[in-house]
């Protein structure tokens, strides 16, 4: 294991004159505005991208409201499942360039990269593949009475939305396109997605493999900009729908703008302030190790990994004893280096979010482990753990989206909950015990929409996933993501 080169594909495709992704090939722009790409890791720019004009998104909107009517319309259901896993197959086939362009573009280990941004991406594409053929309606007997022997029947038609936009984040682009990708092509849907300008090039790779599947031209556009421009597509007139990703501030305000311009539906995925219990009887060496492997994934830039660990306070020194050294453990480098699982984080402006919570961290609480920037190039920190003096702290109620994870003791379960749900988010939430009958109790008490028990963080296409209060409407996954794309149509039959 050692630093990986730059495949000679990897290093010509960051060459390009990178704009768009529009009617199936590179849609060379006329816009003069250049957005950098800056390789976390050293801070230096390795390409620039053109942010889209009018006319590119008149162009990706139209072309895929011409695919939604013509050539993906015309796929027969059973098709578009083949060509979903054909295009897993591309995924895996050009695994490596994928996870390499990610790496040098997000800042994410490349092992992290292999593993979540392409071969997690391939499984969930073929989990959707699987529902090409299986999205039915329903047959029903009206009780409408009948006056001169006429009888009735009715049934429901599940029926693709139309043009999605999909505002995708910096932190998984590739999977997390990838989800509203499959999610709009399934049920019959095109889709623009418009990733962040931060991690905006990985995405144009993947759509032109799956044009090389057989998704027809017009079906995937991949419009590239700033926030500006993800608004100029939301409230674009054929929109028919937003699946956003992304924090809660932004996700309020696309909602209203999706509301605002004629009640286009909105799927919204937003952040949370997960918490995880460990309950007396906690296995406390595993759960340190779960919270390590799960708190500090991709420097924690991940919606839903535990930022707040309520422990019981007769276990709370053992776990502060161990959280230390585990972090110390970590290696801190080079993501492109495969001895390396802890990369810098993702752009500045997430750096120095994260620097003025370590100040914070400084100031009112006493620190574990970590709270400082790594002295090198790029955008390293150290992974973080912080014993909190109060449960209003700043680092118990705000999202950080970083490598910190904040402690604070309770001593009975109905003080646990009251911390655990006092909190304006409802994305995840944890327990960790050796008694099964007690989670499963605590379960259903627990404002989240979604709650492991001893793990945390990790997802699965056939488990819906999605927050309630403010992290969130609507879910991704399982069957339920059938609702937010298609429109439910009932027709009934006097004969």
Not at 40 to 60: F, K, N
Not at 102 to 119: D, M, N, P, Y
Not at 267 to 284: F, I, P, R, S
Not at 317 to 335: H, M, Y
Request: aromatic residues 8%; glycine residues 8%; contains cysteine.
């Amino acid at each position: 294991m050692g630093y990986i080169t730059l495949l000679p594909q990897v290093q010509a495709f960051l060459r390009r004159d990178h704009a768009h992704f529009i009617a199936g090939q590179y849609h060379c722009s006329a816009s003069t505005t250049r957005l950098p790409v800056v390789d976390p890791s050293t801070g230096e720019t390795v390409a620039t991208i053109r942010e889209a004009d009018e006319a590119d998104l008149q162009a990706a909107v139209s072309t895929a409201k011409a695919a939604f009517h013509g050539a993906w319309a015309d796929t027969l259901p059973y098709q578009r499942g083949v060509i979903l896993n054909r295009f897993a197959d591309l995924l895996e086939a050009h695994g490596e360039e994928l996870a390499q362009i990610e790496t040098v573009c997000s800042g994410k280990s490349i092992h992290l990269s292999r593993a979540f941004e392409v071969a997690q991406s391939a499984v969930f594409l073929r989990y959707y593949a699987g529902w090409a053929t299986k999205i039915n309606g329903e047959t029903m007997s009206p009780s409408i009475p009948s006056v001169a022997g006429e009888r009735y029947t009715a049934f429901t038609r599940r029926e693709p939305v139309g043009v999605v936009a999909g505002i995708v984040p910096w932190n998984f682009s590739v999977m997390i396109a990838i989800w509203k990708i499959a999610s709009a092509l399934v049920t019959g849907c095109t889709i623009v997605i418009k990733p962040s300008e931060s991690t905006p090039l990985s995405l144009l790779r993947v759509a032109e493999l799956a044009i090389e599947a057989g998704v027809p031209a017009g079906a995937l556009n991949i419009l590239n900009g700033t926030g500006s421009t993800g608004q100029k597509l939301i409230q674009h007139r054929d929109i028919a729908k937003v699946s956003f990703t992304g924090s809660v501030p932004t996700g309020i305000a696309v909602g209203q703008m999706a509301m605002g311009a004629g009640l286009t539906r909105a799927t919204l995925e937003l952040g949370g302030k997960n918490a995880a219990a460990l309950l007396a009887d906690v296995d406390v060496e595993q759960a340190v190790a779960g919270l390590v492997h799960t708190g500090y994934v991709h420097q924690g830039q991940v919606c839903a990994a535990p930022e707040r660990v309520y422990v019981h306070r007769s276990r709370l020194d053992e776990v502060l004893e161990l959280i230390g050294p585990a972090l110390s453990a970590i290696k801190i480098g080079n993501p492109l280096d495969e001895a390396v699982h802890f990369g810098p984080l993702a752009n500045r402006a997430q750096y120095d979010k994260v620097l003025a919570y370590f100040d914070h961290a400084h100031a009112h609480n006493r620190v574990i482990h970590g709270a400082k920037a790594v002295d090198r190039p790029g955008y390293f920190v150290e992974p973080t753990a912080v014993l909190a003096d109060n449960p209003d702290d700043r680092l118990l109620r705000e999202e950080t989206f970083g490598p910190v994870i904040t402690f604070y003791p309770f001593d009975t379960e109905e003080e646990l909950l009251d911390l655990i749900n006092d909190s304006p988010y409802g994305l995840t939430a944890s327990v960790w015990t050796n008694n099964l009958s007690k989670a499963l109790r605590l379960v259903p008490l627990i404002e989240a929409g979604t709650v492991w028990i001893n793990m945390h963080t990790f997802l699965d296409p056939a488990v819906p996933f999605g927050g309630i209060k403010s992290s969130g409407v609507g879910r991704e996954f399982g069957s339920a993501f059938i609702d937010d794309y298609t429109e439910l149509k009932s027709v009934m039959i006097r004969y």
